[in-house]
C-alpha cells in the first residue's frame, strides 16, 4: 500500500473509532443517571448533541480536587505520578478500584513511590465511580486534552439522596 492510501485508511479508521466513542460509547444502558457498560460496569455517555452524563461531569470535578495534585491536570500524568488517562487503557475498573481503595508503595533503588491508600476517604470513595469514568472518558480519548465536559444532564434527586447517605449528611 502506498503512503497516500495508508494516511487515508488512518484517518478513516481514526474517524470511526472517534464516532465509536464519542456518541455511541460503550453504555448499554442506564440506571438512575448512571451508564452502564455490558459487564455491568460504570462508564460515560455523551449524546450526540455533546450533553455528557452527570457522573462524568461529576468525576471530571471530583478528580481535580482529589487526584490532580499528584496525578496532574486532566489525568496526564506528573513528574510523580502516573497519567491515570494511559493507565485505564488497560487496566479494569475492579483492578482501578482496588489500587484506590488499598494504595501501593513501590520501592525502587532510587526512590520510594507511594499510591495512598483512599479507601476510608468518603470524598474519594463516595465519588469513585464518578471520578473512573471521568478517567475512562480521557483514557478512550472522549475527553481530548483542554477539553472540560461541562455541558451535561441535570443530577437526579436519587444521586443526591445516596451521595448524602454516603457522605454520612
Ligand atoms: C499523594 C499523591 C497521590 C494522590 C493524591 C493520588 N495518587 Fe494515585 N498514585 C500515586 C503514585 C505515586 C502512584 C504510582 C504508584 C506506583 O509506583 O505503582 C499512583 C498510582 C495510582 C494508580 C495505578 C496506576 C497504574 O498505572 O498502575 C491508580 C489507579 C491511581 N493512582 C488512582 C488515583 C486516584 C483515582 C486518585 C484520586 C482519588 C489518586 N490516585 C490520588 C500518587 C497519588
Known sequence: ????????????????????????GPAV???????LDKDGNPTYNKKEDGTWDW???SGFRRYHSEC????G????????????????????????VETVVNGRTVHTAEKESV???LGTNRN???????????????????????ERPEKHETKLDSIRTAENQCMGF
Open 29 to 35: 444502558k442506564v440506571e438512575e443517571g448512571k451508564y
Open 73 to 96: 491536570p486532566e489525568a496526564a500524568g506528573s513528574t510523580y505520578a502516573p497519567a491515570l488517562a494511559d493507565s485505564l487503557k488497560t487496566m479494569t475498573y475492579d483492578q482501578f
Open 55 to 57: 457522573y462524568t461531569f
Open 124 to 146: 474519594v470513595m463516595c465519588y469513585l465511580d464518578d471520578i473512573y469514568v471521568y478517567i475512562k472518558a480521557r483514557a478512550d480519548g472522549a475527553i481530548p486534552r483542554g
Open 1 to 24: 500500500m502506498n503512503i497516500a492510501k495508508r494516511g487515508r485508511l488512518i484517518v478513516f479508521l481514526g474517524t470511526v473509532l472517534a464516532a465509536a466513542n464519542v456518541y455511541a
Open 68 to 71: 490532580h495534585v499528584c496525578h
Open 115 to 117: 499510591m495512598p491508600a
